[in-house]
Every structure is written in structure tokens, then in C-alpha cells.
């Protein structure tokens, strides 16, 4: 089971919500709406998207990684570095 | 005609490229995969939609505050007040 | 002169409270405080350097780009891509 | 201990670096150096700044929050949750 397992339903409904803010993206390109608020409305599905990894991150660090650190063992240090490696994508992205 | 005009099939595409990532990271999670593979699809995707902000914040600076400026006149600061607030919002975002 | 001859002072003000918050992360660390302290005033220094970085573009569109396009001729091109460049060095960091 | 005291030379030699850089830009913009010149060491100082924080906070997890999760108890959760708050400012910084 992957840590956001208890918030799946949450998760797909905000990735939802966010498959129609880009859907409506489009619609607003099709129809030549104005740059600056095509702009706005990309800000606005890129912090969605980013609000979603967080969540999903928290779930990782309280779930996958403290389990893997309460069992111990090299496992802990692995799950450490591939959190911090994804921590960093986050913020350079 | 807004400042992406000429690049409106490019931009239309990346879209729905990106429409495309979104219902994959559903799918994803869907099927309960890997939260860290997760994470770095919405980093791809996230990635993904800055470019096309930027994209078309290039298109909005080269025509339409370009040609405010060109004009002259009041119009000229408002669009440059306007590009810097889309563009600290990016920076933000 | 540069686009932001006019704020040159405020510019010099903001930088040198920079210096005073680098220097403070140093003596934090130095007294072993706790990691999320030091963490917290990292983010402070660097929203505080982007606000630095959005207010010498803003200048620099309203100067300099603006400048060499109501000028036309092959320099209003090279300024707004050297512009659209900086921007995107700004929104990955 | 805080979670980088291992790494406390190395975190003091790359703050130093950092407050050279931004006296640096003091220097450029005192100078009346380019624009776009000082916006470039601008993104390299936030990036450098950046890097600190994602060492600091990997230090961080792999000890004090690893250590609370091995001792257990609602330490743990409380060290993860103020983790994720970190990880969420630096993520908006």
C-alpha cells in the first residue's frame, strides 16, 4: 500500500480538479483570451499541482519513511535519501 | 489577437500534453504506485506547465507590451505593471 | 545608467539587510540552534533576495526593454530575449 | 545536537560564500553594473541558499526526525508535521 493510501479518494479528486483546470486552459487559448489571464489561471493549476505533491510527501515521510526508519536496518537510510532527492526536485521544480 | 496568436497550435498541444500527465498521475495513483514515482510525474508535469507560462509570457512581452510601448502614452506603464505582477506571480508560484 | 538608477539607494538598503540575515544564519548555526530556525530564516533570506531580483526587472522592463523598443531596430529584439532569459533563471531558482 | 552538527564547517563555509555573494551584488550595484548582470548573481545566491536549506533539512530528517520516529511516541508525529510545514515554505520560497 503506498503512504497516501488513507487519502486516495482526496488525491483523485484534486488531480481531477486539476485535469479540468487544464482543460479549461486550453478553452481559454482556443478562444484567444487574454495573456496575462491565460497566465493566472497556469499559476493557479501549478500551486494545485504542487499542493498535491506536499500532501503526498507528508504521506510519504509519516507513512513509507517512518515505518522504514522504526523497522531499521540499511532500508531507513535508503528510504531517507530517496525522500530528500524527491524533496529536491519539489523545490527546483 | 493576443500575444501567443502565431504560437497558438504549439501552445494548444503542450496542453494537452499536459492534460495527457495529469490523467496519468491519476492512473498512477489509481493504482496505488509508489508515492516517489508520483512525485516525480507531478514534478515532470509541474515543469511542464511553468514552460508554457513562460512561453507565453514571451509572447506577451515581445507583442503586446511591446507595442503599448511602441505607442506610448499611459498604456505603456499599465502593461508594464501588469507583465511584472504575472511575472512575480510565477516567481511565487 | 542602469534601470534602476532611480532605486539605486533602496537596492543597496535591501541588499545590506541580506548581508545582516546571511550573517545571522551564520551565528545560528555557529550556537547550534535548532535546524528548523535555521531553515526558516533561509526561507526569509531568499523570498527577500527574489523581491530584490523582482523589483531590479521590474526597472529593467520599464527602462531599459522599454527603452530600446520605443528606440525599434534589432536591439528591442535582443533586450526582450535577454529579458524572457532572465525571467525563466528566475522562476526555476 | 541540532540534526546537521556533522556538517557545521561545511554549512558555516558555504554561508560565508553566500554573504560574499551578496556583498558582491552590493558591490555591482553600487557600481552601476547591468541589470541583467545582477539579476544573474541574484539567482545564483538563491540557488546557493537553497542548496543550504535542502542540506540542512536532509540532515534534519535523517536525525531528529528519525530519531523521534525510532523513540516513538507523539514526538514523532509532531516532528514529522513540523517537517512538512519546512518543506512546504521552502517549496513556496
Same mark, same amino acid.
Request: charged residues 25%; contains cysteine; hydrophobic residues 45%.
Given at each position: ?5 488513507? /487519502? ?6 484534486? =488531480? ?13 487559448? /482556443? $478562444? ?10 497556469? @499559476?493557479?493549476?501549478?500551486?494545485? =499541482?504542487?499542493?498535491?505533491?506536499? *500532501?503526498?510527501?507528508? /504521506?510519504? =515521510? *509519516? ?11 540499511? $532500508? ?5 535519501? $530517496?525522500? @530528500?532527492?524527491?524533496? $529536491?526536485?519539489?523545490?527546483? @521544480?
Amino acid at each position: 500500500m503506498p503512504g497516501y493510501a488513507a /487519502d486516495k479518494d482526496k488525491v483523485l479528486t484534486r =488531480l481531477r480538479r486539476i485535469e479540468g483546470q487544464v482543460r479549461g486552459l486550453q478553452r481559454m487559448v /482556443d $478562444e484567444d483570451q487574454y495573456c496575462i489571464d491565460v497566465l493566472t489561471q497556469i @499559476s493557479a493549476a501549478t500551486k494545485a =499541482l504542487q499542493a498535491v505533491a506536499l *500532501a503526498l510527501l507528508d /504521506d510519504h =515521510l *509519516a507513512h513509507c519513511v517512518a515505518d522504514a526508519v522504526a523497522a531499521g536496518g540499511p $532500508e531507513a537510510g535508503a528510504k531517507l535519501a $530517496e525522500a @530528500s532527492a524527491a524533496i $529536491e526536485r519539489l523545490v527546483r @521544480s
